[in-house]
């Protein structure tokens, strides 16, 4: 609770507010007895917040991927979840809709999550990426692209402040680590990232194009490891 507490300062102060707005007022009562669907008092203002953190990104050009996109993809699902799962960045479905992994790879995920997990990706789960514009076919962003559009990432991730965070690959794991992450031979290990428990696992993407029976096992425990993180 402090924690998040310190958090919403933290962002309220990032965006200029001098004082605790009204509504902020009410997540400072004690938080309730919540039941399964309740969303917890201090994150009742998450989506506005995340509105906030879209609204700051623009129409934004602050990186050259700017010059071939269609869609910024911001994220979707629940701004109130408690995992999170970060991807690279858009590929062409993508683009074209605006919403993140909702091509193959996206196929791939949803299918990880609702009927390997058994969530509902949209209720239980958020989905981001570290780069919000389509790198030019589908390479992999560069360090300075991702530079100009982490800040964005990690408000989302501030503002929604999960119980886990997933990280979907190499570049996504690098990222969020902030050093070079040899994604085969640390998938399946707890992080941290800001004080959130950090997991590591391969992106869907990967999974699809060496289709193993060892990798699929792989994945499989990443996810029970995080379905026990949130007492599922
Ligand atoms: N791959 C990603 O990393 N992100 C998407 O949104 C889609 C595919």
Redesign the pocket.
Known sequence: MLQELKNYLLFLKDYGYTEIPQQIELNLSPPKKTSKTHTSPSKQNNPDLLQAVQDELGDCTRCKLSEGRNKI?FGSGNPNADLVFV?????KD?DEQGF????R??KKLTEIIEKGMGLNREQDTY?C?IVKCRPPGNRDPEAEEISACKPFLLKQLEVIRPKVIVA??KP?SSTLLGRSVPITKERGTWHEFEGIKLMLTF???YLLRFYTVENRKAVHEDMKKVLEVLGK
């Open positions: 993809v991807g690279e960045g858009p590929g993508e993140p992994f909702v091509g790879a996206g989905i990426n979907l690959g996504a992106h869907p993407a």
